[in-house]
């Protein structure tokens, strides 16, 4: 275990009931008016995410809330905190650790310093579709995934969709690997990813979020990478001429709440937390399926970027490219769990 692992699971044991005091309440002896099943204990749940409200994230987030609020007839209260209010990137992991926060909705790859197969959704063309990478989500390898959490004083709940990436530039129209070659590029960081646009001649660079737009104004760099809804809400198309929908890596969050907080609920809670959790994870996969859609949609009305969407043959020539990349990064991973997510798609 590294010294970071070491410290965040020091400080969870430490202190794993700080900030939330009086959430394991006995059970009330009626639910309120119109629950259909009394005896729910009395929770404040805390619910912290980095998104907007109107994000497939936090529409999600909100369904979870309305459902529980609704079956427990009021007894269990979900605050939810978006756009960062409560805890931010760089310090939710170690909030719900030390159960200061009791559901955080991190991206996936920001649990990597624990297990690094949850690098896996950078993996270059790891996943096909949708319904590949739903099947690995639900299935046996998704939930094994999230089970390496345990030890580290979380327990993973779900997997939240944010959509597959796709590349714009200013400078021409890619179709082919070999135009992506001189380009400087934006993401998000992370050595995988980096060495995606390497093995294709191109550079790339880490630049916050809320300062993409700017940087690809100036001319600071030629193009980004992102989902459909990043792309068409960001406003991309004003300072970029070029889209390729190569889907090509994915961006995915996971749910995770507080291990001994979970477990220290009573088992109808826990049951309907699952359920509100199934509920919330198909309402922010119906979420990104609208909204990607009304996305392109909307881009192609606007007339501002030419759409370069890849045959499967070109597609292919992508794969080819940047598999050594894959091959790579896949070995470093629980094997186990990347057999599983290759045969997910079979």
């Known amino acids: 275990m590294n010294i ?6 020091s400080l969870a044991l430490l202190f794993p009931l700080s900030g939330c005091g009086g959430n394991n309440a006995s059970t009330t002896e009626a639910a309120q008016e119109g629950n259909t099943d009394a005896g729910y204990q ?36 979900v605050k939810v905190y978006p756009s960062g209010q409560l805890y931010g990137d ?12 009791q559901i955080i909705i991190p991206s996936a790859a920001k649990l990597s310093g ?26 046996e ?4 995934l999230l089970a390496t959490l345990d030890e580290y004083g979380m327990k993973g709940l779900s997997f939240w969709p944010n959509g597959f990436k796709h590349i714009t530039n200013n400078k021409v129209a890619v179709d082919e690997p070999s135009d992506v070659k001189g380009l400087k590029v934006r993401t998000h960081g992370g050595q995988i990813i980096n060495e995606v646009y390497e093995a294709m001649g191109a550079s790339s660079t880490k630049i916050a ?21 990043n792309i068409e ?16 890596a994915r961006s995915e969050y996971a749910v995770v709440t507080n291990k001994q907080w979970w477990d220290g609920l009573e ?43 890849l045959t499967d043959e070109q597609k292919e020539a992508f794969k080819q490219a940047i598999q050594p990349v894959f091959d790579k990064w896949a070995q470093k991973m629980n094997q186990d769990i990347i057999n599983k997510a290759i045969e997910a798609g079979n």
Do not use: C, W
């Open 4 to 9: 970071a692992k070491m410290s965040l699971l």
């Open 42 to 77: 009395k929770l404040d749940i805390k619910l912290s995410h980095v998104a907007s409200d109107n994000t497939p994230k936090g529409l999600a987030a909100l369904k979870f809330k309305e459902i529980v609020e609704s079956e427990s007839g009021g007894n269990i209260e």
């Open 90 to 101: 760089n310090d939710e992991i170690e909030a719900v650790q030390a159960n200061n926060v």
């Open 114 to 139: 624990f297990e690094e197969t949850f690098e896996i959704f950078d993996l270059p063309f790891m996943f096909k579709n949708e319904e590949h990478l739903r099947a690995f989500e639900d299935g």
């Open 141 to 144: 390898g998704g939930q094994q």
């Open 209 to 229: 979020f809320n300062e993409t737009y700017q940087a690809l104004q100036l001319g600071t760099i030629d193009g980004q990478e992102n989902s459909i809804v």
């Open 233 to 248: 809400t960001q406003k991309y198309g004003e300072v970029q001429s070029n889209l390729t929908l190569t889907s090509h």
């Open 267 to 309: 088992p109808k809670t826990q049951e309907l937390l699952t359920e509100a959790m199934k509920t919330a994870t198909q309402e922010g996969r119906n979420q990104v399926e609208k909204l990607e859609t009304e996305a392109i949609e909307k881009i192609k009305s606007e007339g501002k970027m030419a759409i370069v969407e």
